[in-house]
């Protein structure tokens, strides 16, 4: 049976958050430039929306490109930013004939003024779109977004709209990039690094996390099907026992 027939529609998660990670090391081993892994991995990402789509997931979130990875050499954030250009312009014929609503997170006037046109461009495109909401952290950072999110209330306090006891976590979240989106059950990451690298701090706190050695270029919808039937054999306990859960 494919991992696909083996999973239960009656507990899928909502909402996967994935960080797409080793597309250089991809390339390398290839004996190619770090860019040739950025191409490849647009194949995944296709595919992996495609697949999620095709499951029922409403929400795909997808670390794509974080605040700190400005900090890599100039020839490779033009190269990365380039190719988002052409590749959202490309698939959003794709994205329409799926119903997908494309969304983005991050510090997004960041991105070069090409790159946030097109991007807003497909954001309105697909708005009617009701299936799986996309959204891609595009110079993400999740300590930012807190932070934004503190700065926020602290000025609604400050002018007398809001006094301090009110702020409630819902309060906190509705501040956050990610308001009005259910928090992801599961965290996937490729590539065999343990570690999140400042993604969704505040919403993975009960997040169940995956992690795949496979490189995101090698990754497909049969792989994120895995990740989801691994999930559903865990117990989410929520701090309680687990006869309480069950
Ligand atoms: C992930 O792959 C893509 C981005 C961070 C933009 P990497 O470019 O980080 O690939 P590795 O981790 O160096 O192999
Ligand atoms: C995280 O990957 C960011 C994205 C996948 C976009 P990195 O490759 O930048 O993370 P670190 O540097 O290994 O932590
Ligand atoms: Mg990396």
């Not at 950025?38 to 789509?53: I, K, P, T, Y």
């Not at 988002?84 to 799926?98: F, V």
């Not at 934004?148 to 006094?163: C, D, M, P, T």
């Amino acid at each position: 049976m494919s991992y696909k027939d083996q999973i239960d529609l009656q507990k899928l998660p909502r909402h996967i958050a994935v960080i797409m990670d080793g597309n250089g090391r991809w390339a390398k081993g290839k004996g190619k430039l770090r860019i040739f892994g950025h191409h490849n991995g647009v194949l995944s990402v296709r595919d992996v929306v495609e697949g999620a789509g095709d499951l029922g997931i409403e929400y795909l979130t997808l670390y794509t490109f974080s605040a700190e990875n400005w900090n890599r050499p100039t020839f490779e954030v033009n190269a990365i930013m380039e190719l988002l250009i052409s590749t959202i312009n490309k698939e959003i014929a794709k994205l329409m004939k799926n119903n997908v609503r494309l969304n983005a997170i991050g510090d997004l006037n960041q991105l070069p003024a090409k790159c946030h046109k097109e991007l807003s461009n497909a954001i309105e495109k697909t708005s009617v779109n009701t299936g799986l909401v996309l959204t891609l952290a595009l110079s993400y950072s999740s300590r930012q977004e807190i932070m934004q999110a503190a700065i926020n209330l602290a000025a609604k306090v400050q002018n007398g709209e809001l006094q301090p006891g009110d702020i409630d976590e819902k309060m906190f979240e509705d501040n956050l990039y990610t308001a009005g989106m259910p928090n992801p059950e599961l965290l996937i990451r490729t590539s065999g690094e343990y570690r999140i690298s400042n993604y969704l701090l505040w919403q993975i706190a009960y997040a169940e996390l995956y992690f795949t050695s496979k490189l995101w270029p090698d990754f497909r919808r049969e792989d994120l099907y895995e990740a989801i039937l691994d999930y559903q054999k865990r117990e989410r306990r929520f701090g309680m026992i687990s006869e309480q859960v069950n």
